[in-house]
C-alpha cells in the first residue's frame, strides 16, 4: 500500500489549473523529490497531499485513506516552506520543535517525558542541541531552516514531506538534510520533497518526478549533475553554484 | 506612602484595584496570541462593537456587562466566519466593526433616549470607581478563567498563531481554536470595559506584551512576564489616578505607553550600543563583500 497514492490531482487558482491529472505514488520507506522550474506547480501539488490547497479533480490517498477522511496527521511530518519574515512574539527553538509534538498530545494537558525527550532528540538530530533556548530569530537562515525540520521530526513521522528544504540554506544546513533524509528512509519512513536543486541529496533519493506546466514529465531516476558536478569529489560548498545546471535539465528556467 | 494606604481604606478604591488588576491579568494573556497573529487591532474592533452591545443594554433594561458579552461573542463568531470563509480580508471586517460598533451604539442609545449619550461616556472611557461588588466579582472571575484557560492551551494557541498552514496539517483543530481566541478576546473587552474603557481596552491587550518582548527570547516567558507586566501597569494606573483624583482608565494607558516607550528605546540602545562594539572585533559572520576592500591589498588574506 503506498503511503502517498494520488490519481489525476488536478488543483486550480481562480480557473486556472495549476496542477494538472498528476498521478503520484510513493511508498514506505522511499524517497522522492519533486522537481521542476518555478511555476510548474511543484509546491502546489505537495500543499494539495498535505490538504492545504483544495482538490478540483482527481483522488489523493494517504495511507491507503482518502485524504478528506485522513485524520492521523502525527504521522505525517511536514516542513512548509520557510517565510522570511520574523514572527512577531520570540520563540525558543525548543519551543518552536514542541509543536511537532502536539499531534501526541491530548488538548489543555502538559508535555510528558516522551515528548520533551523527542524535542530534544530532533533538535540534536539537525546538530541544534546547543541552540534549544535560542530565540529562533536570532537563528541563521539555515538554522531556522534546519529548527523547522526537527519540527516535522519530533511527530516520529511515517511521511516526511518538506516543501523547498534547500532554498536560500548554507552547505551545513544541506549535510543535515540530506543526513535526515538517509536515516528517516532507512527507518522505513517516506520522504517527499520539493526542491529546485538536489545537491548532497542525490545518491540518497530513490526517484525524482519533474513536473513542468502542472504535468508529469518524468519519473524515475533522479538526474545526475552534469560537468564538474559529477565528480564524487566535488564539494557543494556553495549551495548557490549548482542551481543553473539543474535548471538546464528542464530547459531552462 | 501613608497616603496611598489611606486611600484603599475606601472600600471604591478596594474594588476599584481589584478589577484593575484582574483585567491587567487577563488581558495580556490573551493578548500575546493577538499579537503574534497580527491581529492587535482586534481587541479594538470588539470594544467598538461592545459599544452596540451597551447601548441594546440601554434599550432592554438589561445589565450592561451581559448583553456587551452577547453581542461581542456573535461579532467574534461572524468575523472569523468571515475570515476563514469568505474573500474579505481581516482589515476590511475589522473596519466594519468599527465603524459598525459605533454606529449601532450611538443610534441604539439615542432610540433609548431616557438614559442619553452622555451615560455611554462611562463605558467608553472606564469608570472603575463606580463598580459594585458583584460587578468587581464578574470581572475577576472571568478573568481569572480567561487567563487560566490561556495558561494551559499555550502550546496549541501559539501553535495556530505562529503559523496556521502547519497547525492544519498537524491535525490541530484549529478552526475551533481561532474561535476560541476570539471569543476569549471577547469575554477580556466585555469585563475590561468598566476598567479601562471600549476605546482603551486594546492597549491593555497589546501593550505589555509589546512591552517585555523587547527582552524575552521564549514564547513562554514573553506571555508570564506579560501578565506579570499588565498587573504591574494596570496597579500602578489604579493607585496614581486615585492619587492625583484623575480618571484611572487613561492614567493606566498612558503608563502603559510609558513604559513600551521607555523599554522600546532602552532596547534599541542596547542593540545599537552591541553593533557597535561587534564592528571592532574580527567581522564573524558579517557579509564577506563589506570586508573585500580592506582585506583585498594585503597579500594572502
Known sequence: ?253 | MNLDMSIFGYEFMQRALISALAVGLCAPAVGVFLVQKRLALIGDGLGHIALTGVAIGFLTGGAPMWTTLATTIAASVVMELLRSHSKTSGDVALAMMFYGGIAGGVYLTGIASDKGVANLQQYLFGSLLTAGWDEVWTIAVGGAAVALLMLVLRPWMSAIATDEQYARVAGLPVAGLNLLLLMTTAVVVSVSMRAVGLLLVSALLVIPVVTVQQFTRSFRATMHGGMAAGLLIAGAGVVASAVQDVPPGATIVLIGVACFVVTATAAALVRRVRRTWRRHLPPEGEPLEVELPRAEPSPGG
Open chain 1, 1 to 253: 500500500m503506498p503511503v502517498i497514492a494520488t490519481r489525476g490531482a488536478t488543483v486550480s487558482y481562480g480557473g486556472r489549473a495549476v496542477v494538472r491529472g498528476v498521478d503520484l505514488a510513493v511508498e514506505s520507506g522511499e524517497a522522492v523529490a519533486v522537481m521542476g522550474a518555478n511555476g510548474s506547480g511543484k509546491s502546489t501539488l505537495v500543499k494539495a497531499v498535505v490538504g492545504l490547497a483544495p482538490l478540483a479533480a482527481g483522488a489523493i490517498e494517504l495511507f491507503g485513506v482518502p485524504q478528506r477522511r485522513f485524520r492521523n496527521w502525527k504521522r505525517v511530518g511536514y516542513v512548509p516552506q520557510r517565510t522570511g519574515a520574523a514572527s512577531g512574539v520570540p520563540a525558543t527553538a525548543a519551543e518552536v520543535v514542541a509543536q511537532g509534538r502536539l499531534g501526541h498530545r491530548l488538548i489543555g494537558l502538559p508535555a510528558r517525558r516522551g515528548d520533551r525527550a523527542a524535542v530534544a532528540r530532533s533538535l540534536e538530530e539537525v546538530g541544534l542541541a546547543g541552540h534549544a533556548h535560542c530565540s529562533v530569530d536570532t537563528l541563521s537562515g539555515g538554522q531556522q531552516q534546519r529548527v523547522l525540520i526537527a519540527r516535522a521530526l519530533a511527530t516520529d513521522p511515517e511521511l516526511l514531506i518538506m516543501d523547498e528544504p534547500t532554498v536560500g540554506v548554507d552547505a551545513e544546513t544541506q549535510a543535515a538534510l540530506a543526513a535526515v533524509v538517509a536515516d528517516r528512509v532507512d527507518a522505513g519512513c517516506a520522504v517527499l520533497l520539493v526542491t529546485h536543486e538536489l545537491g548532497p541529496l542525490t545518491d540518497r533519493l530513490d526517484r525524482a518526478v519533474v513536473l513542468a506546466d502542472g504535468r508529469v514529465v518524468h519519473d524515475g531516476e533522479p538526474p545526475r549533475p552534469v560537468g564538474e558536478h559529477a565528480d564524487p569529489r566535488h564539494q557543494h560548498a556553495h549551495p548557490h553554484a549548482n542551481g543553473e545546471d539543474t535548471d538546464d535539465l528542464w530547459g531552462g528556467k
